[in-house]
């Protein structure tokens, strides 16, 4: 099933990565009583990598991605969350694995309330995205994110080594930082990758 590898362990890192953070962003923290919950041009990235099963999970504000949050209703931001859709669809390029780690996406999972329609065409749960619109009526605005997730077979997960985001800063400017949590081989690490410093290493 889709997030066995990534759903407990992520649970508990939040507070790991608040005290990591927390010199450089305590007044943030003060204000807005919870770190880095929806703060545009900042994403987060799960990385989970278990034998040769790696999973990946992005998280972002609809900002990030598409330059805006409302519901997508002129031609123009039509387009736009089409572009976005589709562009997400190419995780292998987004996400740069190395050729030699034989990585086949096996699965991929895109949500979010501006996709519509186009966000059920896989045959996934979706329960979750109800609980984030009601949890963003309640606030009395509105904060679309964008939820993608995506599971890779690497038949030789030994060359997994790098996990290159450059391609992901370019395709999506308004990204700017990326907070990513990472479990593999070598335990569980946290890292802030921008677009002058954007490789991941396991």
């Given at each position: 099933?889709?997030?066995?590898?990534?759903?407990?362990?992520?649970?508990?890192?939040?507070?790991?990565?608040?005290?990591?953070?927390?010199?450089?962003?305590?007044?943030?923290?003060?204000?807005?009583?919870?770190?880095?919950?929806?703060?545009?041009?900042?994403?987060?990235?799960?990385?989970?990598?278990?034998?040769?099963?790696?999973?990946?999970?992005?998280?972002?504000?609809?900002?990030?991605?598409?330059?805006?949050?409302?519901?997508?209703?002129?031609?123009?931001?039509?387009a736009k969350v089409a572009a976005a859709?589709?562009?997400?669809?190419?995780?292998?390029?987004l996400f740069a694995l190395p050729i030699?780690?034989?990585?086949?996406l096996q699965e991929s999972d895109l949500?979010?309330?501006?996709?519509?329609?186009?966000?059920?065409?896989?045959?996934?749960?979706?329960?979750?995205?109800?609980?984030?619109?009601?949890?963003?009526?309640?606030?009395?605005?509105?904060?679309?994110?964008?939820?993608?997730?995506?599971?890779?077979?690497?038949?030789?997960?030994?060359?997994?080594?790098?996990?290159?985001?450059?391609?992901?800063?370019?395709?999506?400017?308004?990204?700017?930082?990326?907070?990513?949590?990472?479990?593999?081989?070598?335990?569980?690490?946290?890292?802030?990758?921008?677009?002058?410093?954007?490789?991941?290493?396991?």
């Amino acid at each position: 099933m889709r997030r066995t590898l990534l759903a407990l362990p992520f649970a508990l890192l939040p507070l790991a990565a608040a005290h990591a953070t927390e010199h450089d962003h305590a007044h943030d923290h003060e204000e807005h009583g919870s770190l880095g919950k929806h703060e545009h041009g900042v994403a987060s990235l799960n990385v989970a990598l278990d034998g040769q099963t790696l999973e990946i999970q992005l998280e972002s504000p609809a900002m990030n991605l598409v330059g805006f949050e409302h519901a997508a209703t002129s031609e123009a931001d039509k387009a736009k969350v089409a572009a976005a859709h589709q562009q997400l669809e190419q995780a292998q390029a987004l996400f740069a694995l190395p050729i030699e780690a034989k990585c086949v996406l096996q699965e991929s999972d895109l949500d979010s309330p501006l996709f519509g329609g186009a966000a059920h065409e896989h045959e996934h749960e979706h329960e979750h995205e109800h609980e984030h619109e009601h949890e963003e009526h309640e606030a009395g605005h509105v904060h679309s994110d964008i939820d993608a997730s995506y599971r890779f077979t690497c038949s030789n997960p030994q060359a997994l080594k790098t996990l290159e985001l450059g391609t992901f800063f370019g395709t999506f400017p308004g990204t700017t930082k990326l907070q990513v949590q990472l479990i593999g081989p070598n335990g569980q690490q946290g890292a802030e990758l921008v677009p002058g410093n954007s490789r991941l290493s396991f």
